[in-house]
């Protein structure tokens, strides 16, 4: 690996990052069902690998922006973990101050400036902050999560073509799941056609990895993420990954017929954290007590964090009406 | 007078019954094509195109999530021959679509001299509850009535869901068919010798005190409302619209000039609602034969938050409609009787067999 100095600076914050996406995500599927987190909640189990690998790479300054699926971008941001969890319970203490749920998370304090629940949404929202960025002629980027799903809008060739014909200083992350919903990208895209292909042809850079490979992603994000610092212009990496539970909610539905599971077995078995712990173990980057030790702390920290939401207040309705304007 | 939820034949429920009238739409017309995000899939849009794909797979299909562009594909298709009917699972998704709808559809008919019409339907899904919050829950029916040239159709009966899809596909005009995600589940039947038709409110109950104008979900708490009242000897004439473009006018005036009072209550926000132009209208014509001001409970012009807490007293049911009532006719009626309307368990939920998560 070229910049193996790096990586050996980050591996603990990604591995951290695995943990704490994969175990506050298995959190609350375990609870789920209590009925207290009453919102409609996405989850990213077996897509954390690429989050984790691009949370080393983003300075404090960068900015992104997320889709309905969000958790993992939020917390790979660095969003509080206590406020998220706080606001998928509705409380005082959440992000948004329980208007918007799971789906609707934001942390000005680490650069996350907003997931909405519409697919497409934030696609030109992002870019606008490029713009911004841009202007400023600052060296920050702003990341753009998308969905394989979320090529489809028309919103998504409008602000591409924009970030190009502006060579905006944007990163659109694709983690290509495979569906969209119950849908497979087969019922929805042209079978053959890449969407990497449709992105060169709009005049954007791409790249693809596999978003299971969490040291193939650190390699290729990081490389991308230096030519869009030094001004080179927008950049789109398509990663390959697999959602493990429902599209929306905490069970695994496998049975109901969109899919196998056998394809869902073969995902499983490439999943991001044990391929990256193995990956860990054989070049005797860190041994697996301590990997064991950074999940032991990173499970206190979201048991504290499922306690804290737990205990937090439920806010009241008075200030709903004085909110609407800035 | 109309058969709703409380009394049944063949019991089937909102959902089935829309679906029966997809089927039969589509056996009855070729041309009729049933399109939009999981039409096909193993859930069937809360199994409302159930069994479609399987008698018509040329003519049912799921679709990219494009929906200004299939919309427009919708309207091409629609001026060359076929009948589209397009679904969304949220009316919010459906608002992508605004400049096909609106500037495409509601006005080739006119803007074309009458050479050609946009036979088109959208169904609509509107979610409430288990923190649907800002974007999964509005209720902007009258955002569409606002537009010359579509037709609003927003039912509340399983008989109306069935007579009313059917009818929207044989129109020649684009129609918006709304659909509240918590009607799905309601129970009915459908009276092949009551077809409702379009443009035309139903009489769900006579009154002779005042009239309580409604629609879609809010018609099931008004039922509630009015059936507590009529056990306490008060009289209430309860109008369910159907249709919200155009309204059904001379049923609304007819009722108020008979009962002398009108209360119109509305799920959309208050400012621009539908129950605005409804005390406005009966205002302006029937002023001089009311006994009270022509009133209206709507929701307050606040998104829709997501926390259980944040919802709890954000909607009005059958408990609040009572209470403005008797404050509209000076009566008075034991509360803890009317704090027995409240609804029993999570205010979030359609019933106890909804877990979530949409
Ligand atoms: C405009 C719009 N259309 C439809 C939906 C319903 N919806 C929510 S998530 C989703 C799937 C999007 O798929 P993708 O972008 O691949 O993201 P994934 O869920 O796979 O992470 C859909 C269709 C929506 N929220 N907004
Ligand atoms: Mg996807």
Redesign the interface.
Known sequence: MSDLKHFLQHQKTILETLYLIRDIEEGIAER??Q?KM????HLSIGQEGVPAALAPLLKITDLAVSTHRAHAHYLAKGGCPKAMLAEIY??AT?C?G???????LIDESVGFKGS?????NTIPIGVGLALAQKIRQETNISVVFVGD??I????FYEAANFAALKQLPVLFVCENNLY????PLS???PVGRKITDVVNGIGINTAIADGNNVVECYQVLSEQIQQIREGRGPRFIEFSTYRWREH??PNYDNH???RTEEEYLAWKAKEPIARFEQWLADYQLMSPTDMAKIRQQIRHKINAAFEFAEVSE????DK??NT?YG | MVNYMTDSIAEITFAQAINRALKDAMVEDDSVICYGLGADDPLRIFSTTKDLVELYPERVFDMPTSENGMTGVGIGAALNGLRPVMTHQRLDFFLLAMDQLVNAAAKWHFMFDAKSTVPIVIRLIIGRGWGQGPTHSQHLHAWFAHIPGLKVIIPTSVNDAYHLLKQSIKDNNPVVFIEHRWLHNQKGSIDTNHKSTLSQAAVVKQGTELTLVSSSYLTVEAIRACEFLEQHDVSVELIDLRTVNPIDWPTIYTSVAKTKRVLVIDAGARTGSISGEIVAQVSEMLFDQLLAAPARMAMPDIPEPTSYSLTKDFYFGAKEIVEKIMTMLGIDIDPTQVDSLNVQGHHDIPGEYFKGPF
Do not use: D, N
């Open positions: 789920y069902p009925g009453r919102c409609p909640t509705g409380k959440g948004s329980g208007r918007g749920g799971s789906m609707h909405t629940a519409i697919v497409g799903g979320a489809e809008e028309g919103v969209s919903v119950y849908a019922k929805r895209q929306c909610g109901i017929g969109y439920f806010p009241s309705a709903l009406a609407i």
